[in-house]
């Protein structure tokens, strides 16, 4: 079993951006789960070992568009969308992401 966790943070004012809904599956195939991050911006899933395939790509989809809409901002970026590989189906996979209207920047940590 891997863990994949998440934390969105506001680049505008430095706060917990929560409520996003995120959408996280095979690039192309089977959609693995959909929730929203919590009201701290935390995501924390469990990813079953039979929906894990070290060569295949993943895709972890954050709906960012309707969280700057609600703020007031203008919004053309609807999505910010991760693409990844899991190549170890134990391993923890933390992939914080800040967000701002119009850019985003994300890293993977352990």
Not at 86 to 99: E, L, Q, S
Request: no cysteine.
């Amino acid at each position: 079993m891997a863990i994949l966790t998440s934390h969105t943070l506001n680049g505008t004012d430095g706060t917990h951006a929560g409520g996003i809904k995120v959408t996280f599956s095979l690039v192309g195939g089977e959609k693995i789960f959909e929730t929203k991050m919590d009201e701290g911006g935390r995501l924390n899933e469990k990813i079953g070992s039979e929906h894990i395939d070290p060569t295949a790509t993943y895709e972890l989809v954050f709906e960012t568009g309707s969280y700057w809409i609600e703020r007031g901002y203008n919004q053309i970026l609807d999505q910010v969308v991760l693409r990844f590989k899991m190549p170890d189906p134990t391993a923890d996979y933390h992939m914080p992401v800040i967000i701002s209207p119009n850019s985003y920047s994300v890293w993977w940590s352990s």
